[in-house]
């Protein structure tokens, strides 16, 4: 029996829900997506930033008040904008892991105290980097641009296109595609490039919509074993199948809601990083952010409650609010 199981009437009022949602012009139009450098270092910018950008609960930025994805995109316009080392790819390549992480300590320090690097896993995330670099040098001459021409632009293409390509390198090995998705994403909001195959895209799924998608209840866990678990927080072995389930539920809410599959990360990763976290809107009338992430990317008349609180399972049923993400240990996400 199958411990989870995609409750399809769920995911269509969820779809509903969103359907007449619109997404903030402004949260396109910030720095990151603005940067003023050459077209090979704003891909490059984006490579490694999302490289690097997985199970960042710890990373904040005290003073600026920006946490975990917001904090890496300001290290790194500031690393485009200098066209600095850790962009480039023939200089992560000969360069150590320990050397490597030092630097990015360094970038993600407070007023230069690196003793105050709030950016954990700094050796793995090095190692991703350099990794990285090795492939694009020793493949690709050195160029983010280059896989992209070479994949014509295709997600899948008889095993040749980006998905294929990228899973090459550790950093991009999540056969669920999340940082790879995330990567292409961003690179089209910037107007780096336009996919040819959207239909083919895999939904970007982190924790914290899992965490959302199980609340909601558009994903229920049917073995009392794992909800358990997930209640417990107890680490597991993998998230699977739950975390297809979520990217299953994720194609059934947007095919309904009308929204791109790209979309379903804006509407439902602000949601989890504010409204649905260790507190929730819909009963303790505070989110986890200062201020709100979803406010910033959604446009709602009014938050004083979450959009989805006349139809989540866990606004009203506390068994589905006390629900956590799948606690792993990975750098998929």
Not at 114 to 134: G, H, I, N, T, Y
Request: hydrophobic letters at 35%; proline letters at 4%; aromatic letters at 10%.
């Amino acid at each position: 029996m199958n411990p989870v199981a995609l409750n399809d009437r769920q995911c269509r009022l969820v779809a509903k829900a969103i359907k007449p949602l619109t997404l903030k012009k402004d949260f396109y139009n910030r720095p990151y997506l603005n940067v003023d450098a050459e077209k090979e270092t704003r891909f490059r910018m984006h490579f490694f930033a999302v490289a690097i950008c997985h199970q960042t609960h710890q990373l904040y930025h005290p003073t600026l008040n920006i946490y975990g994805w917001d904090f890496i995109e300001h290290v790194f316009v500031k690393l485009a904008q200098s066209n600095d080392q850790l962009l480039h790819p023939d200089f992560l390549k000969v360069t150590s892991v320990s050397e490597i992480a030092s630097k990015l300590a360094a970038e993600f320090s407070h007023n230069g105290d690196v003793v105050k690097c709030s950016l954990d896993r700094l050796d793995e995330r090095a190692k991703l980097m350099k990794d990285a670099a090795e492939f694009l040098c020793n493949k690709f001459d050195g160029k983010v641009s280059e896989i992209f021409k070479r994949s014509n632009n295709t997600l899948i293409s008889d095993g040749d296109g980006l998905y294929a390509k990228l899973s090459q390198m550790e950093a991009f090995a999540d056969p669920q595609q999340k940082k790879t998705t995330f990567l292409i994403k961003l690179l089209e909001e910037d107007g780096l490039v336009k996919i040819q195959d959207p239909e083919n895209f895999i939904p970007i799924m982190d924790y914290h919509m899992q965490r959302v998608l199980l609340r909601l209840g558009c994903v229920e866990i049917t073995d009392d074993t794992l909800r358990q678990k997930i209640l417990d927080r107890t680490t597991l072995d993998t998230d699977e199948p739950i975390r297809q389930l979520c990217i299953d539920a994720f194609k059934m809410i947007a095919e309904n809601s009308g929204h791109p599959i790209t979309k379903m990360n804006d509407f439902f990763w602000s949601l989890g990083r504010s409204c649905c976290h260790e507190t929730t809107l819909c009963t303790d009338k505070i989110c986890s952010k200062t201020p709100c992430t979803f406010t910033e990317i959604v446009e709602v008349p009014d938050h004083s409650k979450c959009v989805f609180q006349e139809i989540c399972k866990g606004a009203t049923n506390e068994s589905y609010r006390n629900l956590w993400q799948p606690v792993v240990n990975t750098h998929f996400y």
